[in-house]
């Protein structure tokens, strides 16, 4: 699917201004696959579908967990994670995308998953530090994705954790095991 049709698709999904994020997130999303040698083209579409089901019923995202074989302890946790499974359950089913590789970052690009893709890496990373994005610590991951994706990731996923416990609200295990895995291998 080419850029303009996929914005056409998405646009119809979205309210303005996560359009306008989204726009950010696929400027970002070519830059840094350009940066890292991934696949342009497929870090551009995924980046247009990440935030697909952002704004449908917590019930149809929910049925679409329970019924689809994604793991079911993601309804234990804040329903901000679930637009990223039902995203890529709805993008394959709607929008006729069956790249694995872009469903598999649309999939990841709230939690993160151990031995993640360069390209899930990328949609992970993008979103987080595309332009529109302010918050305290946003600044130093852009400047860090610069030099290493890897560092960059760690730094955001640190940023993450370090809210969610300031807010007093549960962090999903698989967040806990991207860390962990991206560490580990930096320390190889």
């Not at 946790?77 to 649309?106: Q, R, S």
């Amino acid at each position: 699917m080419e850029r303009n049709e996929a914005l056409k698709v998405v646009k119809e999904q979205l309210t303005d201004h996560r359009y306008q994020h989204t726009l950010g997130v696929m400027e970002t999303a070519i830059i840094l696959a350009k940066q890292v040698g991934a696949d342009e083209k497929k870090a551009e579409l995924a980046a247009i579908f990440h935030d697909y089901a952002k704004f449908r019923p917590k019930e149809e995202m929910r049925e679409i967990i329970l019924t689809q074989g994604f793991p079911q302890d993601l309804l234990e946790y804040n329903a901000e994670l679930w637009h990223a499974p039902a995203g890529a359950y709805l993008v394959e089913k709607e929008a006729g995308i069956t790249d694995t590789d872009v469903l598999t970052a649309i999939r990841y690009h709230t939690s993160g998953r151990p031995g993640m893709s360069l390209l899930e890496k990328v949609i992970y990373l993008a979103d987080y530090i595309e332009p529109g994005r302010h918050f305290p610590g946003v600044e130093e991951v852009r400047e860090m994705a610069k030099e290493n994706l890897d560092k960059a990731l760690i730094k955001s996923i640190q940023n993450t954790i370090s809210f969610l416990l300031k807010k007093n609200q549960p962090i999903y295990p698989e967040t806990f095991q991207t860390y962990n895995d991206l560490v580990k291998k930096l320390e190889d």
